[in-house]
């Protein structure tokens, strides 16, 4: 079993930047492939990106395409999400999740442990 914690959100002014972390404890995150979701209040949990076990492969929604990427570091068991160029839509609790399985994947239900999210608000 593993344990995630995100971090690095915050207030930012569109056009900002931020980087979110997930630090994972318990079984490594190596084993496992991550993703990054996001839910704004009244709408469902959204897809932002994954990255596989190993690394090699990375999948993001095009909504973020261009401004968002997914990255790990598996020597700090952490899984990065940089996010550019950020916009009011991008507003959101934003949650980590991990998968017991190589590849990454776009459905919630794919994913087996999740984080108790950080909240990003872009303003205007």
């Known amino acids: 079993q593993v344990q995630l914690v995100e971090s690095g959100g915050g207030l930012v002014q569109a056009g900002g930047s931020l980087r979110l972390s997930c630090a994972a404890s318990g079984r490594t995150s190596s084993n496992y492939a991550m993703g990054w979701f996001r839910q704004a209040p009244g709408k469902e949990r959204e897809f932002v990106a994954a990255i596989s076990r190993s690394g090699g492969s990375t999948v993001s929604a095009d909504s973020v395409k261009g401004r968002f990427t997914i990255s790990r570091e598996y020597a700090k068991n952490t899984v990065y999400l940089q996010m550019n160029s950020l916009k009011p839509e991008d507003t959101a609790v934003y949650y980590c999740?991990?998968?017991?399985?190589?590849?990454?994947?776009?459905?919630?239900?794919?994913?087996?442990?999740w984080g108790q999210g950080t909240q990003v608000t872009v303003s205007s």
């Open positions: 999740a991990a998968r017991d399985a190589r590849n990454a994947a776009t459905g919630p239900s794919q994913y087996d442990y």
